[in-house]
């Protein structure tokens, strides 16, 4: 093979024993699968070539933070070669600094480094032959720095006899900077491409054409390291009569930027085309693949989790990495979101909802959740790096380990397939691999895990079944709450922004149960108001103890559940002209900020929701209709003072409610003429 591809600019005269060169080159690749986070050590690499001239504090925070995460990565490398990162890249700047006698052949130093590196993929000896470069060049710039105010910096530079003055050194350092720039971007390249999920798709012949442009690419950067470190060495000593020999120098460096412009540019071009191939199938065998009816969801799951990593997912919990194989045959709720993740309240309630669901340890080993974050564009920032590891560390869920590392092709074809626009999305894969609901999100936060195993077909039974009560109404939201529904006993929720309101509300309420009449009060919040507002009317009404109320993030949360609620009909294309609970949800969630209630009893169906005067006009002809609770309810009494034609006798109207637990005790109110309806049984 000619691995110089046909540009006639590898065939001049110097380089004519390329492609010899090349053959022995790969002689020494002998890579045993040790991982390295090669983008991650590219970024702090970065950040030594940008700062080594200018002042160190900017951006001291960012730097730390690709410490500790190389910190990391260098750990993983040690569990697979018995050797630590920092050791391999101080091995090689060693010898990048030290010219031993009758070494000076940099073609000879090259290949020596390459034999060191023979265990590593091209894009891991990359960034270590970099990182060897960048330890050099960043100490000796900041010696520099450091030099005019520090006295040991001075005593430093003065044993190894640096010069004082670098002005006639600037031709030499631009074009290094120049040298230092071209060799990034080629490994950038590198890494690209050994990121791309070549196992999964066919793309022979580009893929040979590409790697023979690497093979060469990897020679050329690691050569002009070399260079670049051995100008730096040379400046240990330098006598003031050798600063004339720059020019040489310089064009030296120059040459090199020459080669390694071509070879970029070539690279670059032909990793293009390989990502662009690779997408365009990927997206397509992505399609496929969900259109078919797989064994079981291993070839889907390998798809969507393809990355350089044998192990591309981890238990946020406990920190362990893992393979596609732990997902065997359960069924997979893709979380994918931006890496912000949600909002804090709504993480929480999703967390709620199904980790601390009191029915998940039913449900335990059946299903998991994977965050699956995307970034904002093609590259992960550093904010976008910090988001992800803090929530990946305290999630009880699992994650993808090394987003950043993902294949830009899944992406998006995820996007494509799930037309995902930056809201978040639970896509869920059954146990075979096929998708049951392309957004379970609103399913999952509604129901939590009763909607298991969250296919799109529950979603639509759960509703179907469900009547508008106060169970659906509150549901496990608070525990006391959930308590008071299941001793059926009649409950009052309410909300307003206002405390003259509230407290005339309370005021009439307490009238009305000094009366004998048993009664539940909830404080709920206002979905519209800020938090700060809320939290003080909680605080008031805890501190003069006036009824009970939720905490401020158990309110939230009630809220939450009814925006998902809502959105859950919307998606069945329901109306609230053709949907009771719709109708009641969106009025709830519409209601006015003057002050409302929700009346209500367990599973009971009579339900009297009401606002501002009308509950206020109602609350205090309490004398005038107060003699029906005990035969009515509450409720019920309510509603029979409200709408007169609510006779005490049986309607004729009939409708068929399928059976829920409490229902035979409960009164049922005829949705058309509001009057109480007579019970028969119907057995199937």
């Known amino acids: 093979m000619n691995f110089l591809g046909s540009d006639p600019f590898w065939r001049s005269p110097l380089y004519l024993d390329e492609d010899i060169q090349i053959k022995k080159l790969l002689l020494t690749h002998d890579p045993d699968g040790r991982c390295l986070d090669s983008e991650l050590l590219l970024r702090a690499i970065q950040y030594i070539i940008l700062y080594s001239e200018v002042p160190l504090t900017p951006l001291v925070s960012d730097l730390q933070f690709d410490a500790m995460a190389i910190s990391d990565e260098s750990n993983i490398e040690a569990t697979i070669s018995q050797e630590p990162l920092g050791h391999v890249i101080y091995k090689i700047s060693l010898q990048m600094r030290c010219k031993w006698p009758g070494e000076d052949d940099l073609h000879m130093r090259t290949m020596f480094l390459f034999d060191l590196l023979g265990k590593y993929k091209w894009d891991a000896k990359m960034v270590i032959v970099l990182a060897a470069f960048a330890t050099n060049y960043g100490e000796f710039w900041l010696l520099r720095e450091l030099c005019p105010r520090n006295p040991l910096a001075v005593s430093i530079a003065m044993l190894k006899q640096l010069p004082n003055d670098l002005s006639k050194l600037k031709p030499r350092f631009k074009a290094l900077n120049f040298l230092v720039k071209n060799m990034v971007d080629v490994t950038k390249c590198i890494i690209k491409f050994e990121g791309l999920p070549l196992s999964h798709v066919e793309l022979d012949k580009e893929v040979d054409v590409t790697k023979s442009y690497i093979y060469v690419s990897a020679y050329w950067v690691t050569r002009s390291a070399l260079a670049c470190s051995s100008l730096i060495s040379d400046l240990i000593a330098m006598k003031p009569e050798n600063l004339d020999s720059t020019i040489i120098a310089t064009w030296e460096l120059l040459s090199l930027v020459c080669r390694s412009s071509s070879t970029w540019s070539h690279l670059r071009q032909q990793v293009d085309l390989c990502h662009e191939h690779i997408e365009r199938k990927m997206c397509q065998k992505l399609l496929e693949l969900f259109k078919e009816s797989p064994i079981n969801n291993q070839e889907v799951l390998h798809m969507l989790f ?379």
């Open 306 to 684: 393809a990355s350089m990593d044998d192990l591309p997912l981890k238990d946020c919990s406990s920190q362990e990495k893992l393979g596609v194989s732990e997902l065997k045959n359960k069924v997979v709720v893709l979380l994918i979101s931006k890496p912000e993740l949600l909002p804090i309240e709504k993480l929480l309630f999703l967390v709620q909802q199904t980790y601390d669901h009191p029915l998940n340890k039913n449900y335990k080993g059946n299903y998991e959740i994977v965050w699956f974050p995307i970034s904002y564009s093609d590259t992960w920032t550093d904010a976008e790096v910090r988001c992800f590891n803090f929530f990946s560390n305290y999630l009880p869920w699992y994650s993808i380990r090394q987003p950043w590392l993902h294949s830009s092709a899944v992406v998006n074809s995820m996007k494509q397939a799930w037309n995902y626009e930056g809201e978040p999305l639970m896509v869920v894969l059954d146990s075979r691999g096929m998708v049951t609901n392309s957004n379970a999100i609103d399913t999952v936060i509604s129901w939590g895990v009763w909607a298991y195993p969250f296919s799109a077909s529950i979603e639509e039974q759960l509703w179907e079944e469900q009547n508008w009560t106060m169970q659906l109404l509150i549901d496990n939201i608070d525990p006391l709450l959930a308590s008071w529904v299941e001793e059926d006993r009649d409950l009052c929720i309410y909300g307003s922004e206002n405390q003259e309101w509230i407290q005339e509300f309370i005021s009439k309420m307490k009238e009305i149960k000094s009366t004998g009449v048993q009664l539940e009060m909830v404080y709920v919040g206002n979905r519209n108001r800020p938090d700060d507002h809320v939290r003080n009317i909680l605080a008031s009404i805890a501190e003069e103890k006036l009824t009970g109320s939720l905490s401020f993030t158990t309110t939230q949360f009630f809220w939450l559940r009814l925006e998902s609620m809502r959105r859950s009909k919307l998606r069945l294309r329901k109306t609230a002209d053709n949907d009771h609970i719709l109708d009641e949800v969106s009025a709830l969630l519409d209601f006015s900020d003057s002050g409302w209630a929700v009346i209500g009893k367990g599973s009971s169906t009579d339900i009297v929701q009401l606002q501002g005067k009308e509950l206020m006009q109602c609350l205090n002809l309490f004398s005038q209709w107060g003699k029906n609770v005990a035969k009515l309810g509450f409720s019920g009494a309510i509603r029979s003072a409200l709408e007169p034609s609510s006779l005490p006798g049986p309607c004729s109207h009939s409708t068929v409610i399928p059976y829920a637990e409490g229902l035979i005790e409960g009164t049922v109110i005829c949705e058309k003429c509001k009057r109480p309806m007579k019970k028969f049984f119907v057995y199937e």
